[in-house]
Structure formats: C-alpha cells, structure tokens
C-alpha cells in the first residue's frame, strides 16, 4: 500500500470539531496516577503474552505469506528512512511516522473489561486502538471500545507530559483534551489521548496512557501495543526495563511468546550485546554489528558502514515488525558476491513471486543441499545462525512448487534492520536497565 502523506491542519481541525460532539464526561488527568496493587503485582511477576502472526488466520499461501511479508518489510523500511530524513524537520514535528508489525497480541481495555487484538511493534511507540464513536475504522470482530462505557477511563489533558510527548499543546482541544495523530507506513490514526485499565493474560495494569482511534485508516488491525524506547511506549509507561519474546519459525502457524517483567532469567554475557541509542531517533533500539561471515569468509566491510551517523542515519535496527534483514547495500554487495561464490547452485529470477533479490534453483528429487553458514558478529556475541533464518524455501517450507531457495536479506540505503526471521528460534531478551539484549537458541514453540 502506498504511503499517504502527512496529515493537514485541515484534517485536525475536522477531528478536533467531531470530538467536541462526543458526549464523554471529560474527566481529566494532568500526570500519571500512582499505582495500585495490581501494579505490584504486575512489578513483582510480569505477564506471559501469547503473540500470533498477523497472516496467521488467512487463507494465504506459504508463498503469498512470505510475499505480503516482504512487502510490508519493504514499506516499513521506507517509512524507517522518511523517519530519519525528516527528523530535525520542525513543520513534521507533530506527525510521527512508524511502520505495521507483524505479530499480534490480545489484551482487554476498561472496567469491566473488554477484548481487542493489536500488533506489538518495538519499532513504535503509541499504544491506540479503535473507539466509539468512530468516523473511519477497519473492520473489526470485536466492539469498538466505548470510553463511556468504562468506570476506569479519563481523558489526558493538554498540559499532561503524554501529550506534549506527542505532539504541540496548541493542537489540543481545550474541553476534550490531547488530539493526536499518528502514522504509519501504510496507515493512520487520529484521536484521543485516554488513561485506562489494560489486562494482559488476567494481569491488570492501571493508567495505561493510550490513543482512541476514531480515524484510522489503511489498517486491517483493532489496535497497536508500541514497544519502543519513547515515553508513550507500553514498556516505557510501566518502567519495567525488561522484556522479551520468542518468535517460532516463520510459515509454522504456530503461537509465539512475549514476556514482560523480571521473571525472566539473564543468560551469559557470552550471548549479550549492547544497545546503542541514536539520539535522533529515540524510538528505535541500535545493535552495534562489527562484521559478518559466509562460511569460512568474513567480509571485508568498512566498520563505519553500520554505524550510527551525526544526522541520525545509518546504524542496525533491531525490529520485531520487519520479516527480513536489510543490509546497507555496501555491505550487501558483498554479501551477496559471496553467497553466488560458495552456493554451487543456478541463480533463478523468481522476483515477482518472492520479493526477494537472491534465489537459486534447488535439486529435483529434494536432493539435500549444504548451505554456507552466516554468522553476524555483534559486539561481545556472535549470532551463528540456523540456515532456516536466512534461507528461505529450503526443503519446500516457505515456496511449496517452485523448488528454489531464496535469501531472507536484501540491500537498503542509510540505514539496516535486523529483522525477524533471523530472530525466529531466539529467545531475544531486552534489558533496559544495562542497555543490553540478548540471543539465546530456544525451541521458541515449546518455551
């Protein structure tokens, strides 16, 4: 889906008139309220959420799953970039771009609870999901969530830090309070900023700062639970500095794993690598990656290729929302030169159907095939990864018919992300608190 431009003043002025027509009791908060025993709880135990991929439930597929995956991987990349370019751009300031996910997760929202599904994504921030009454939303199984309808709900004032977070006091709306919007790579939403009661797996978490969507468009989700590093990020709202998940093997179907809270356990040092920050994406988590190897040959890749510029460009993302590895194409050209080298298989274009650059035509009779190995190496930890991480449609999983095998990587420009399909089989544990995550092998569909 194409990428649709940055919201008008226009287009607040027309929102900010139909929230004057809602019939909310406007119940401000000007800061976060302090937190209530399910908040020591929450501190003292964490939640256990079961993630589902977002084509799980269709009737794609395998090589239309991996190509709607690519696509979106391309589009969130896109958005990544304009992010950047548009940084240190004031007139932009009021609209922050982010890319669509790719795993979804289920929580409740209000007193008595209600049900939704959202995409989590640490490439974002905003926690939102669709509201009565709605002038524009997707489709939906469940009701629109119904702010009147919930004793727990109020809304976020102007002067809150929340909504100075997100955008200028001067696009608030006096009477209702915090008016945001937000976009994404192939979408948007506008709304409100509330204050409510989020349960995650019978865990209640009070004051959860949030967006009530009541124009969202381009989307085919209730909602969004933002996992990044800015302020209006669940795991920035909660204060818990450490968070992880599992991701199973892409095309399985099969149900992943977050973890939020200090029950998860450290593993060694062997396997930790640090964070690095940019300070003029503040959403984004870096990882510092000094080299990479084919087989028996590490790449002669200039080390300031993957580092993070004074503009803000360049650096590794890691994200849980983009399906395959983008490489700056200085080092993909290398990369991919190897690849040809040591692969003692035909190249095959099969571009339209995958999406991807690399492939090559396997045996017939699934003759079995030695692949050369990758290993990423970050600092303080090398990720040797399973061939199945980077290579896809071996053994016929991802590209059934075709008989070919294809790289789960593709060069880029300015920037890099290490993307989800090298993480599959990974317990990949966020630590906050030291500015550290961590890549531990685990069978990710029986943690």
Same mark, same amino acid.
């Given at each position: 889906?194409?990428? &649709? ?29 302090? #937190? ?37 991987? *391309? ?21 922050? /771009?982010?890319?669509?996910?790719? /795993? ?21 921030? +905003? ?7 709605? %002038? ?12 009147? @309808? ?13 909504? &100075? ?10 009477? /209702?309070?915090?008016? /945001? ?52 990020? #669940? ?11 599992? %991701? ?69 993302? &890691? ?19 190897? !690849?040809?080298?040591?692969? @003692? #298989?035909? +190249? ?7 999406? %991807? ?10 003759? *079995? ?6 290993? !990423? ?69 029986? *943690?």
């Amino acid at each position: 889906m194409a990428s &649709l431009p940055p919201p008008s003043i226009s287009s607040l002025l027309f929102l900010t008139l139909a929230l004057i027509l809602i019939s909310i009791s406007p119940a401000f908060s000007t800061s976060r309220q302090a #937190l209530d025993d399910h908040q020591d709880q929450l501190t003292k135990t964490g939640f256990k959420v079961t993630l589902n991929h977002i084509d799980s439930g269709e009737s794609f597929t395998k090589s239309e799953r991996l190509y709607r995956a690519v696509k979106r991987s *391309s589009a969130r990349l896109q958005k990544f970039k304009e992010m950047v370019s548009t940084a240190t751009q004031p007139e932009l300031a009021t609209t922050v /771009y982010a890319g669509l996910g790719a /795993y979804l997760m289920n929580f409740s929202i209000g007193t008595p609870p209600n049900s939704y599904s959202g995409l989590m994504d640490t490439g974002s921030d +905003l926690v939102w999901t669709q509201c009565q009454p709605c %002038l524009e939303c997707a489709p939906q199984s469940d009701p629109l969530f119904d702010p009147k @309808k919930s004793s727990s709900f109020s809304n976020v004032s102007c002067t809150s830090q929340f909504c &100075l977070d997100l955008l200028p006091d001067s696009n608030c709306n006096p009477f /209702y309070g915090c008016v /945001y919007i937000y976009g994404y790579g192939s979408g948007i939403t506008s709304g409100f900023l509330g204050i409510e009661t989020f349960t995650f797996e019978n865990v209640k978490v009070p004051n959860v700062t949030f967006g009530c969507g009541l124009f969202n468009l381009g989307f085919g989700t209730e909602g969004l639970i933002g996992l990044g590093r800015g302020p209006l990020s #669940l795991i920035s709202q909660l204060s818990e500095p450490k968070f992880s998940y599992c %991701l199973t093997t892409y095309g399985d179907a099969k149900p992943s794993t977050l973890l939020v809270g200090p029950q998860q356990v450290a593993v060694g040092a062997n396997k930790t690598t640090p964070l690095l920050q940019n300070p003029l994406m503040a959403t984004f988590y870096y990882l510092s990656l000094e080299g990479i190897t084919v087989g028996s040959v590490k790449l002669p890749i200039n080390k300031t290729v993957f580092e993070i510029q004074p503009d803000g460009s360049g650096g590794v993302i &890691l994200d849980s929302g983009t399906t395959i590895t983008y490489l700056d194409f200085r080092a993909y050209i290398l990369l991919r030169e190897q !690849f040809i080298s040591q692969v @003692k #298989l035909p +190249l095959v274009d099969v571009y339209n159907v995958t999406g %991807l650059d690399l492939c090559f035509k396997l045996p017939p009779n699934n003759a *079995s095939v030695v692949l050369p190995k990758l290993i !990423f190496h970050f600092t303080g930890v090398d990720v040797d990864l399973p061939t199945e991480n980077y290579f896809l449609g071996n053994s016929s999983i991802f590209i059934p018919g075709l008989g070919v095998t294809c790289l789960a990587i593709e060069p880029s420009f300015d920037i890099s992300i290490y993307g989800n399909v090298q993480q599959q089989n990974y317990m990949v544990l966020y630590d906050l608190s030291k500015n550290t995550v961590s890549f531990t092998p685990t069978q990710c569909d029986k *943690s």
